[in-house]
């Protein structure tokens, strides 16, 4: 089915100067970037994000590295994009990313991993609706 996630590069891939590439590899892959920004995320909007994390040991880690720089923020639309889109991202701890994937190839540790993107369609409604009013997703 025709479906919609949310991607983010993360600070670490911005800083490396490879959205460009990574885009590629979502164009390549058949799934069109319907929306997009570039946003230093403030604490509270990262918290916020990353809030079904809050209890994890990690989570003040995590919300320091999204707010160390610039990240930019698309929804992908396409045929199963969700799990097209993890496919293409590889394992969350690029030590275990299958070789040719966004991880292998980008990222240098497990909070430091390049991207992130929504792990189910439930997931994807919201986390799209937490950064783009409707208005400013365009279908294609
Ligand atoms: P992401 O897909 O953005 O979702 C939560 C993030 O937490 C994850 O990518 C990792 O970058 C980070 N993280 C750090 N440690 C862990 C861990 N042990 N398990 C899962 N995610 C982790």
Known sequence: ALERTLSIIKPDAVAKNVIGQIY???E???LKVVAAKMKHLSRAEAEGFYAVHRERPFFNALVEFM???PVMIQVLEGEGAVLKNRELMGAT???E???GTI???FAD???ANAVH???SLENAAIEIAYFFPATDVYAR
């Open 24 to 26: 590629t590899r979502f």
């Open 28 to 30: 390549q892959a058949g």
């Open 67 to 69: 707010i160390s720089g």
């Open 93 to 95: 701890n690029p030590k």
């Open 97 to 99: 990313a299958a070789p």
């Open 103 to 105: 991880r292998a190839d």
């Open 109 to 111: 540790s497990i909070d």
């Open 117 to 119: 993107g929504s792990d």
